[in-house]
């Protein structure tokens, strides 16, 4: 079963813009991981945040993690053309070789 | 950094035969791979976990006789989907944890398009 729920489903922006992108998930997780999939391609990693931590940043990319309200967010600065994909949340909750639950994913749209 | 490649990139076949559908870790050995379906617009659904040197532990409502999982070695791990029908035709795509040095990402093949006819 899915655990994340993204929000929005579908985001469309111009570039130059940020981009939020929110997930919510239900039970309790050692760690959150944010994956990028273009069209028709395998997944890339994007960033891992783990249960202590509260914001992690790494290049244009801001996630931020809410265990109290069992939330997520990433934000990516401005926006590229190339930011064009769709965005997933994972979560793992034993870290370690345990089994990711996919939420069902936010189809980000940046227009040059 | 660590790949994973997937081979073929794509198939496709007449229903009622068999695929195999290679997933293999090119600079890391993976003791642990896994194995999910994604259907168009859709996420990814787990299929089974797999482990080298033992059998595969299949998600609910995978079947496994369907979906055969072998994890011959540290580097490799095959999906069969036996008998295929056209509604196995999916995307399949397969990933591998890293242990050694210690890595809690997943790193994920490019996928595998089957389409059965």
């Known amino acids: 079963s899915q655990q994340g729920e993204e929000d929005p489903q579908a985001l469309s922006i111009q570039e130059g813009e940020n981009a939020t992108m929110n997930c919510s998930y239900k039970?309790?997780?050692?760690?959150l991981q944010w994956y990028r999939q273009n069209s028709g391609r395998g997944l890339v990693h994007l960033i891992l945040?783990?249960?202590?931590?509260r914001e992690k940043h790494s290049g244009r990319l801001r996630v931020t993690l809410d265990t109290s309200k069992k939330s997520s967010s990433l934000l990516i600065t401005a926006s590229r053309a190339a930011d064009t994909a769709s965005y997933f949340c994972?979560?793992?909750?034993?870290?370690?070789?345990?089994?990711?639950?996919f939420g069902k994913g936010i189809t980000l749209s940046v227009r040059p | 950094g660590a790949v994973v490649s997937q081979h073929p990139s794509w198939v496709i076949c007449k229903s009622g035969t068999s695929v195999k559908i290679e997933c293999r870790s090119l600079?890391?050995?993976?003791?642990?791979m896994f194995w999910y379906r994604q259907f168009p617009k859709q996420s990814l659904m787990l299929m089974a976990t797999?482990?080298?040197?033992?059998?595969?532990?299949?998600e609910q409502g995978v079947e496994k006789d369907k979906f055969l999982i072998n994890h011959a070695s540290l580097t490799l791990s095959t999906l069969t989907v036996t008998s295929a029908h056209p509604e196995d035709s999916s995307f399949y795509i397969c990933?591998?944890?890293?242990?050694?040095?210690?890595?809690?990402?997943?790193?994920f093949g490019p996928g595998t398009r089957l389409l059965v006819l």
């Open positions: 600079d890391f050995q993976a003791t642990t």
């Open positions: 994972a979560t793992d909750p034993r870290g370690a070789n345990s089994k990711l639950t």
């Open positions: 039970t309790s997780i050692n760690n």
């Open positions: 797999s482990n080298e040197g033992s059998k595969a532990t299949y």
């Open positions: 945040i783990r249960s202590n931590e």
């Open positions: 990933s591998a944890t890293r242990l050694v040095p210690y890595q809690e990402t997943q790193y």
